[in-house]
């Protein structure tokens, strides 16, 4: 309990400066920030908004509109002169080839973990404790990479790691109500898929049981958001942020995000998109950004026509992977309940999440793909994109024996491929389609197949991934994002900005089924 007192003394600390940065770099800087962006000064978009000022806000801006009168004015050079860029260290890091690739990932633990910062000038939320980037562009925590990230922690015996980044959350819930996207203040409309109660979990396996109960309040919190307007919802008006009310009452989720605008790091894409089609721009905006809270930025799961962005509907989508996750943050807390002494509220969580269950079941089991689909609220029916969000259900243990069979069989007749699994059957072009494959994905369909007792595909499919990225570390002396498991001769591809190197959640998903082997 110690520790816990330390960590909330942390959270009043730092509640202050969090208050200071609340505002974006787009709302602080308007029309320069506007300017830059749609100039591409930067090739990345996310450069400028990690940008650390140099002056104060209203010295920039009043310089700015008084300098840009002059026929001389350079805006690159007037960013260079006002903004530090941001640094990527791990950029920086030299490979000791000699090295296993063990070795190799211990070693950028140390690379890729940041320090408590009091610097509040820029656009980062200032965290509490230590914790782990992805790498590359990525300079700041993300939700759901760092759930990936912590099995490789675990691994390695990080565990105070794995405590400090779990504790670094629940500020966020503490402070902001729910956990971003990412600790900067241009991510604070939207979140990512809730791994809070996985985390919880995890570290529950390496402190005792008695950890979960510590963090009830943090998860009571994350529910509430993503539930929020939930008793509102009415047959007139079946949907509300991130809650739907289906044609029998039961209510699911969604992804969203509460600004229809374009997102701050990738300003000109979003912009350039929008006046190129012929669509509300809002609603673009909004939907470009929902798939964002999905983690899945981006991918034909969420294209109405399964091929171009610009029949985006994320928010039409009732999806597979997030409704199982809450599913698990519903049983969460029953346990945390219990071990609290809460025994009503114990018993009606777990009526909840047996209500999802079947919900689930009801709504995204599509008996004619024999898969788990995401559903189309709007149009009634199943998507048609198979994508291994379908193996949600089975890590989660929600799904029959019958139905993990059927996946099982699907699997292995079309997504398995030399490198690992395809994430989707399409090749679009957009990083969450094929011929990608994902860490995540990887270990929740390997460890989905297990509890199902597939062992062979599930091994089959971990020897293919370890062998992959072995194969570009050997290669290239790097980890990367994602990797080409079609073609293991190429690097993956695909999206807004090139392969990134690092990587986080890579690392984890590695060390962990190394371990598991």
Same mark, same amino acid.
């Given at each position: 309990m110690?520790?816990?007192?330390?960590?909330?003394?942390?959270?009043?600390?730092?509640?202050?400066?969090?208050?200071?940065?609340?505002?974006?770099?787009?709302?602080?800087?308007?029309?320069?920030? %506007?300017?830059?962006?749609?100039?591409?000064?930067?090739?990345?978009?996310k450069?400028?908004?990690?940008?650390?000022?140099?002056?104060?806000?209203?010295t920039?801006?009043?310089?700015?509109?008084?300098?840009?009168?002059?026929?001389?004015?350079?805006?690159?050079?007037?960013?260079?002169e006002?903004?530090?860029?941001?640094?990527?260290?791990?950029?920086?890091?030299?490979?000791d080839?000699s090295?296993?690739?063990?070795?190799?990932?211990?070693?950028?633990?140390?690379?890729?973990?940041?320090?408590?910062?009091d610097?509040?000038?820029?656009?980062?939320?200032?965290?509490?404790?230590?914790?782990?980037v992805?790498?590359?562009?990525f300079?700041?925590?993300?939700?759901?990479?760092?759930?990936?990230?912590?099995l490789?922690?675990?691994?390695?015996?990080?565990?105070?790691?794995?405590r400090?980044?779990?504790?670094?959350?629940?500020?966020?819930?503490?402070?902001q109500?729910?956990?971003?996207?990412?600790?900067?203040t241009?991510?604070?409309?939207?979140?990512?898929?809730?791994?809070f109660?996985?985390?919880?979990?995890?570290?529950a396996?390496? %402190?005792?049981d008695?950890?979960?109960?510590?963090?009830?309040?943090?998860?009571?919190?994350?529910?509430?958001?993503?539930?929020?307007?939930a008793e509102d919802?009415?047959?007139?008006?079946?949907?509300?942020?991130?809650?739907?009310?289906?044609?029998?009452?039961?209510?699911?989720n969604?992804?969203?995000?509460d600004?229809?605008?374009?997102?701050?790091?990738?300003?000109?894409e979003?912009?350039?998109?929008?006046?190129?089609?012929?669509?509300?721009?809002?609603?673009l905006?909004l939907?470009?950004?929902?798939?964002?809270?999905?983690?899945?930025?981006?991918?034909?799961?969420?294209?109405?026509?399964?091929?171009?962005?610009?029949?985006?509907?994320?928010?039409e989508?009732?999806?597979?992977?997030?409704?199982?996750?809450?599913?698990?943050?519903?049983?969460?807390?029953?346990?945390a309940?219990?071990?609290?002494?809460?025994?009503?509220?114990?018993?009606?969580?777990?009526?909840?999440?047996?209500v999802?269950?079947?919900?689930?079941?009801?709504?995204?089991?599509?008996?004619?793909?024999?898969?788990?689909?995401?559903?189309d609220f709007?149009?009634?029916?199943?998507?048609?994109?198979?994508?291994?969000?379908?193996?949600?259900?089975?890590?989660?243990?929600?799904?029959s024996?019958k139905?993990?069979?059927?996946?099982s069989?699907?699997?292995?007749?079309?997504?398995?491929?030399?490198?690992?699994?395809?994430?989707?059957?399409?090749?679009?072009?957009?990083?969450?389609?094929?011929?990608?494959?994902?860490?995540?994905?990887?270990?929740?369909?390997?460890?989905?197949?297990?509890n199902?007792?597939?062992?062979?595909?599930?091994?089959?499919?971990?020897?293919?991934?370890?062998?992959n990225?072995?194969?570009?570390?050997?290669?290239?002396?790097?980890?990367v994002?994602k990797?080409?498991?079609?073609?293991i001769?190429?690097?993956?591809?695909?999206?807004?900005?090139?392969?990134?190197?690092?990587?986080?959640w890579?690392?984890?998903?590695?060390?962990?089924?190394?371990?598991?082997e």
């Open positions: 110690i520790k816990r007192a330390n960590v909330i003394l942390l959270l009043w600390t730092l509640s202050f400066f969090t208050a200071y940065a609340q505002v974006g770099p787009e709302e602080k800087y308007g029309e320069l920030f %506007e300017a830059v962006q749609l100039e591409g000064i930067f090739p990345d978009s450069t400028f908004p990690d940008c650390l000022p140099i002056y104060t806000t209203e920039i801006m009043n310089r700015f509109r008084e300098y840009r009168q002059r026929d001389d004015f350079d805006l690159r050079r007037f960013v260079l006002h903004f530090q860029l941001p640094k990527s260290p791990s950029v920086d890091f030299e490979t080839t090295n296993s690739i063990r070795e190799h990932i211990n070693a950028l633990w140390p690379v890729l973990t940041r320090t408590p910062d610097q509040v000038r820029g656009s980062l939320i200032t965290l509490p404790r230590p914790y782990i992805p790498g590359g562009r300079r700041e925590i993300y939700y759901w990479d760092s759930y990936f990230t912590m490789g922690l675990q691994v390695s015996e990080e565990y105070d790691l794995i400090n980044m779990v504790d670094n959350f629940s500020f966020l819930i503490n402070t109500g729910f956990i971003p996207n990412g600790n900067r241009y991510y604070l409309s939207r979140s990512q898929p809730p791994f109660s996985l985390m919880v979990r995890l570290l396996e390496i %402190e005792g008695a950890v979960t109960a510590e963090y009830l309040q943090e998860m009571e919190k994350e529910y509430a958001f993503w539930m929020d307007g919802l009415t047959p007139a008006s079946p949907a509300y942020r991130r809650v739907v009310m289906l044609d029998d009452g039961v209510v699911l969604r992804y969203y995000d600004k229809p605008e374009p997102r701050p790091e990738s300003f000109k979003d912009y350039e998109l929008a006046h190129a089609i012929e669509r509300d721009n809002e609603d905006y939907n470009l950004r929902a798939a964002c809270e999905s983690g899945w930025d981006f991918s034909s799961r969420w294209l109405r026509d399964g091929q171009n962005l610009a029949t985006i509907h994320t928010t989508i009732i999806p597979v992977d997030l409704n199982s996750l809450l599913y698990h943050l519903e049983r969460m807390l029953a346990i309940y219990g071990e609290s002494g809460q025994l009503e509220k114990q018993r009606e969580m777990n009526q909840q999440a047996v999802r269950a079947e919900a689930l079941i009801r709504y995204c089991w599509s008996p004619e793909q024999k898969f788990f689909a995401d559903y709007v149009v009634g029916q199943n998507t048609l994109r198979p994508s291994l969000a379908a193996v949600y259900p089975l890590y989660f243990n929600i799904a024996q139905q993990a069979k059927q996946v069989r699907k699997l292995k007749r079309v997504f398995l491929r030399d490198g690992g699994l395809l994430t989707t059957l399409e090749n679009t072009g957009q990083q969450w389609d094929a011929p990608n494959g994902w860490a995540p994905l990887q270990w929740m369909t390997y460890r989905g197949l297990k199902y007792d597939q062992d062979k595909l599930a091994e089959k499919i971990a020897e293919g991934w370890i062998e990225n072995i194969r570009v570390y050997e290669n290239t002396g790097k980890m994002e990797y080409n498991v079609t073609d001769t190429l690097e993956a591809g695909g999206g807004e900005y090139p392969v990134q190197d690092g990587f986080g890579s690392n984890g998903v590695l060390l962990r089924l190394m371990a598991d």
